[in-house]
C-alpha cells in the first residue's frame, strides 16, 4: 500500500498550485486522510483532514479560506487546493491516511499511511 504525491513546486506568492495524492496497491479502507506540512525548522503540522464517508474537513487556521481538501473515491485520490500561497506555506506537504474509524483526524499519530512528500516553496 502506497501513497502518492505530486503537484508541488516554485512559484510566487499569490499563486496556486494544487496537490493530489493517490493510494495505490492492495486497496485497505480509508476513514481519513489529510495533509500535513513541515516548514524549515518547524514541527510537522496538520493542514487539512476530510473524513472519506461524508466528508467533512478540517482545517488549519493558517490556511482557511486559501486552500481547499477534497478527494474523488473512484479515483482514490484526495486533492489540496491552494490559492493565494504565501512565503509561509513553504514547506514539504505530506499526505496521510487513517485507517482509523471514529477518530477526529487532526494528529499525526492517527494516520497510519504516509506519502513521501512533494516540496512546495513560495517565492516572495
Known amino acids: 500500500v502506497q501513497l502518492q504525491a505530486s503537484g508541488g513546486g516554485l512559484v510566487e506568492a499569490g499563486d496556486s498550485l494544487r496537490l493530489s495524492c493517490t493510494g495505490r496497491?492492495?486497496?485497505?479502507?480509508?476513514?481519513?486522510m489529510a495533509w500535513f506540512r513541515q516548514g524549515p525548522g518547524k514541527e510537522r503540522e496538520l493542514v487539512a483532514s476530510?473524513?472519506?464517508?461524508?466528508?467533512?474537513?478540517v482545517y488549519a487556521t493558517s490556511v482557511k479560506g486559501r486552500f481547499t481538501i477534497s478527494r474523488d473515491k473512484d479515483k482514490n485520490t484526495v486533492y489540496l487546493q491552494m490559492n493565494s500561497l504565501k512565503p509561509e506555506d513553504t514547506a514539504v506537504y505530506f499526505c496521510?491516511?487513517?485507517?482509523?474509524?471514529?477518530?477526529?483526524?487532526?494528529?499525526?499519530?492517527?494516520?497510519?499511511?504516509w506519502g513521501q512528500g512533494t516540496q512546495v516553496t513560495v517565492s516572495s
Open positions: 496521510a491516511a487513517s485507517t482509523y474509524n471514529g477518530g477526529r483526524y487532526v494528529n499525526a499519530n492517527e494516520y497510519q499511511i
Open positions: 496497491g492492495r486497496r485497505f479502507s480509508v476513514y481519513g
Open positions: 476530510i473524513t472519506w464517508s461524508s466528508s467533512n474537513t
